[in-house]
């Protein structure tokens, strides 16, 4: 049995806003075991970013709170921690990286200058060893000459090289958990596959656990060992990724995973995208019963009354459905 | 997926290497290079550069090449135009202006830039607690800002000036007092477009993705302010900054004008002119060349607050 690095224990972050409590993420447990990849999956608007930003605390408070739940981090909670404390742990023990690699460079410093500042913040170098810490960082990451690029500005990088300094970034204190927010959907098919398959090498490489936290189904399949499908703030299938596929029990699911577009079907019968009908309900005011109960065909009257809870249908594989 | 890998250009480092080698040994873009490739640009702005580093150079060597004393009295020469033996002229006492202006514009530019940092350390300062802090802080020091802006300057100069002036003379001599005085005086009550300029910077800087980036990584709201919010913030500041030289010297100038500001065997830009009034009308020379120091001064300072304005707004593509 593998050592379990984060354990989210029914984590409630619920902001606050004019017209009421905004329950953005209700409920949620999940948890990621040494050197695993968790693919955490939902449609925009479900809670995964609040979940995987309370992790790190980066929600503004307020208008944010944490109402009830855990967030252990090798078995100390997180939550009660001071912004000191707080600071010591990202990068070092824990780091994210973002949806925007256009923006989420500084573009005044050079990009060497970014990751050494990362890295003397962190542990007491000289301006010298920093930089070529910089420099090892962007080899790292397989940046072409990286003697010559530590010295460029990020607007002198294409959108998947700079996510490659993100990620070499935050790399580069050795964290034990890297949590990846969204970070192909602004790249292109080809580079998204290149920063897959180099966050994948990283992982083995300095032996870290992923969160991948993403919409598309087919990233999952390709990079994850376990996946966590989340819906309106509420996990509701949780499985190891062959399950996932093999055997989807909750409708949203099996909707989500008819919706990849399928380039062999597409062109062989013209057949027209699935996609599952109407949004996520507000989380202002939620809905009593299961939350995808409204956009449910198989939804029964019990669907409506009460939410089910997560139960056990296989190995390492829970499902909150009456079904 | 794992297929498509080797098909990118960046896979390998020997193509990549030869393709990215040979432009980078001409450019290397740093903000500042830049700012200053698309400062060139802007004529007006150069011109005044050299203008007015001209009169710098005047003001700051000037009176060692010039040594004509600025108090020697001859009364046998008063009120005469140019001559090469008083290239601008003399005053109502046979002093020579140039050598009294050459001296004079040391503390008129003294006073500018001086000045100058006061109104713009503060309004960083202020800016800065304000945008960070938000809330009831931000709020309150907005309040002081839009007070103070609501103050009438002159007035409140003039009032400041009666009551202190003989206390400060008494603690750092009638030159350094006075100094002291004009430059917290005039600093003072403007920094408050510098402190709103950065504040509003903030607020928007702080949203941005890589300030979050810098935070996720371990950055202390100071650092994070610091390092990474001021820098990006600093091109308004500097602009603002540049007219408020100006802005000084014009301020320092009124001073004198009316008598108030240093004492009058000093003879700054402003007082000269002061001087200057009463003979306008049998010797103009010495009023003109005291206003159009003034006049070149501020006027090429606000044409380089232009130039610079137009250089680091990263929307103008020049």
């Known amino acids: 049995m593998a050592e379990t690095l984060l354990d989210i224990r029914g984590l409630k972050t619920w902001f606050k806003t004019d017209d009421g409590m905004v329950r953005a993420v209700d409920g949620v447990s999940l948890y990621i075991d040494r050197g695993e990849t968790l693919g955490v999956v939902g449609e925009s608007g479900c809670g995964k970013t609040v979940t995987a930003r309370s992790v790190l605390k980066l929600i503004d408070m307020p208008p944010g709170r944490f109402e009830a739940g855990q967030i252990l981090w090798r078995g100390r909670d997180v939550i009660p921690l001071s912004p000191e404390e707080m600071d010591k742990i990202r990068a070092r023990e824990i780091a994210i990286i973002f949806q925007e690699p256009m923006t989420s460079l500084n573009p005044v410093y050079t990009v060497g200058d970014q990751i050494a500042e990362v890295l003397r913040q962190h542990d007491e170098l000289s301006r010298k060893q920093a930089l070529s810490g910089a420099v090892d960082m962007l080899r790292l990451v397989n940046i072409p000459n990286p003697q010559k690029r530590v010295h460029d500005y990020p607007h002198q990088f294409s959108g998947g090289m700079r996510q490659r300094v993100m990620i070499a970034m935050a790399l580069s204190c050795k964290p034990q958990l890297l949590i990846a927010d969204e970070p192909t959907t602004a790249l292109d098919v080809t580079i998204q596959a290149q920063i897959l398959e180099l966050m994948q090498e990283m992982k083995d490489k300095l032996g870290m656990s992923i969160m991948l936290i993403t919409h598309a189904m087919g990233v999952v399949a390709e990079t994850c060992q376990r996946v966590v499908v989340m819906y309106a703030g509420k996990v509701v299938e949780e499985a190891p990724v062959e399950a996932l596929f093999g055997n989807p029990r909750h409708p949203y699911t099996q909707g989500l995973i008819r919706s990849i577009p399928r380039v062999d079907r597409a062109a062989a019968r013209r057949e027209r995208l699935e996609a599952i009908p109407g949004t996520v309900p507000s989380l202002l005011h939620p809905p009593v019963g299961c939350r995808f109960a409204a956009r449910c065909k198989y939804a029964m009257d019990i669907c409506v009354r009460e939410m089910p809870p997560l139960k056990e249908v296989g190995p390492g594989h829970r499902v909150a459905c009456v079904l | ?318």
Request: overall charge positive; some cysteine; glycine content about 8%.
């Open chain 2, 1 to 318: 997926m794992a297929g498509l890998t080797p098909v990118s250009l960046t896979a390998d480092p020997h193509t990549a290497a030869a393709v990215t080698d040979a432009p980078r040994k001409q450019a290397r873009f740093s903000p500042t290079r830049e700012a200053w490739r698309r400062f060139r640009k802007h004529r007006l702005a150069m011109v005044s550069s050299v203008v007015l580093g001209i009169i710098l150079v005047a003001v700051l060597l000037g009176p060692l090449v010039w040594r004509v004393p600025i108090n020697e009295i001859d009364f046998a020469a008063k009120l005469e135009g140019p001559s090469w033996a008083h290239p601008l002229g003399t005053d109502d006492l046979g002093q020579d202006v140039l050598a009294r202006l050459l001296y004079g514009g040391r503390i008129s530019l003294a006073v500018g830039f001086a000045a100058m940092l006061v109104a713009c350390i503060m309004g960083v300062l202020v800016g800065a607690v304000a945008g960070m802090s938000r809330g009831s802080v931000d709020a309150a020091l907005m309040w002081l800002a839009d007070l103070f802006l609501s103050l009438p300057a002159l007035p409140l100069l003039l009032l400041i000036i009666y009551m202190f002036r003989e206390s400060l003379k008494g603690v750092f001599g009638p030159e350094g007092g006075v100094f002291i005085m004009v430059v917290a005086v005039i600093g003072g009550l403007r920094w408050m477009q510098v402190a709103r300029l950065v504040r509003a910077q903030i607020l928007s800087i702080r949203e941005k993705e890589f300030i979050e980036a810098a935070r996720a990584l371990g950055a202390s709201p100071v650092r994070q302010v610091v390092r990474h919010i001021l820098p990006n913030a600093l091109g308004p500041v500097i602009v603002a900054g540049t007219i408020d030289v100006a802005a000084a010297i014009i301020a320092e100038s009124t001073l004198s004008f009316l008598g108030l500001g240093f004492p009058p065997d000093i003879p700054t830009w402003g007082r000269v002119l002061f001087d200057a009034k009463d003979t306008i009308d049998i010797a103009p020379h010495w009023a003109i060349f005291a206003g159009a120091a003034i006049f070149l001064t501020v006027l090429t300072i606000n044409f380089i607050g232009d130039g610079l304005r137009d250089a680091l707004d990263p929307r103008r593509v020049l």
